[in-house]
């Protein structure tokens, strides 16, 4: 045979292996849900927004300075973010290696 109908028949070939991974599929999973991935929804920490009330602005500039400006904030917004137990210090563990020194 001539060099042409070699890749013809991979192409026959990788079809009809690929449409009886189609066909088998649906039968082998339709019995078990141990392979199904676990949804967690985005919106299930949503907090919706509430109005706050109007204060002076120097009044808000003092309070902020007091407890230490921006970065009190920021520091606030992460605690509530960071998981508690040991997952916490491997995950801050593996945070700290994300330096640039692993080129």
Not at 34 to 53: K, L, T, W
Not at 65 to 70: A, E, P
């Amino acid at each position: 045979m001539s060099r042409y109908f070699r890749p013809v028949r991979w192409a026959w070939a990788l079809a009809w292996t690929a449409m009886a991974a189609v066909h088998a599929a649906p039968a082998t999973l339709a019995g078990s849900q141990a392979g199904m991935p676990h949804y967690a929804s985005a919106f299930e920490r949503y907090r919706a927004f509430a109005d706050q009330p109007v204060r002076p602005w120097a009044q808000v500039n003092e309070e902020v300075h007091r407890i230490g400006g921006w970065r009190a904030y920021a520091r606030e917004a992460n605690d509530a973010l960071e998981p508690v137990g040991p997952a916490a210090v491997d995950a801050a563990d593996e945070r700290s290696d994300r330096g640039h020194h692993r080129h």
